[in-house]
């Protein structure tokens, strides 16, 4: 495995941290171990390959995201007994370098609009470089999500801010999909 992959796994996981906790904070959910254990997330399988994908970037970057693959657990899932909405698109190629993109709705209760930056929804997207890391998120944005019925799917129209610079704005607006479209 190339080491720019071993370092956008890393990264992945990192980010996956962050958005976690940011949205256990925004919802007052305390970090700390508890005494009761917590069930296991539910997870749905996961295709081998990449899926079809309706989702358009514009602003500091224009692209279309036409492919990706979506993480094992993607739809609706419970940490802890708080249900929770989260997606994790993988293997997205923007302006030839890979990227993530993480969709997080908690405390989740249902198919149903989701605004951005309320009760720990967020949307981030971690594109690998050359250069190093580029950090988009919803942090300090607007938008909102559109969670469809089934709970595998949805629409989302969102701004994205750059983590190192808050002036590089971008929007991110079409469909996405956890499971393969009928």
């Known amino acids: 495995m190339p080491e720019w992959e071993i370092e956008m796994l890393k990264s992945s996981l990192i980010l996956g941290v962050i958005v976690l906790v940011l949205g256990m904070s925004a919802c007052g959910i305390d970090s700390a171990p508890s005494s009761t254990p917590s069930p296991s997330p539910i997870t749905s399988p996961s295709p081998a390959v990449a899926i079809k994908q309706a989702l358009v970037l514009s602003g500091a970057i224009t692209q279309t995201i036409a492919?990706?693959?979506?993480?094992?657990?993607?739809?609706?899932?419970?940490?802890?007994?708080?249900?929770?909405?989260?997606?994790?698109?993988?293997?997205?190629?923007?302006?030839?370098?890979?990227?993530?993109?993480?969709?997080?709705?908690?405390?989740y209760s249902g198919p149903k609009d989701?605004?951005?930056?309320?009760?720990?929804?967020?949307i981030a997207l971690e594109?690998?470089?050359?250069?190093?890391?580029?950090?988009?998120?919803?942090?300090?944005?607007?938008?909102?999500?559109?969670?469809?019925?089934?709970?595998?799917s949805g629409v989302v129209n969102a701004e994205l801010l750059n983590s190192s610079d808050s002036t590089k704005k971008m929007q991110i607006s079409g469909n996405f999909y956890c499971v393969?479209?009928?």
């Open 67 to 107: 492919m990706a693959k979506p993480a094992q657990t993607c739809g609706k899932i419970s940490i802890g007994g708080a249900p929770q909405f989260h997606a994790q698109l993988l293997d997205i190629t923007i302006n030839q370098y890979p990227a993530t993109l993480l969709i997080d709705i908690t405390p």
């Open 114 to 122: 989701y605004p951005i930056n309320a009760n720990g929804t967020s």
């Open 127 to 152: 594109r690998q470089s050359p250069q190093g890391t580029d950090i988009w998120s919803t942090q300090g944005a607007k938008g909102d999500i559109k969670i469809d019925a089934g709970d595998k």
């Open 180 to 182: 393969a479209k009928k």
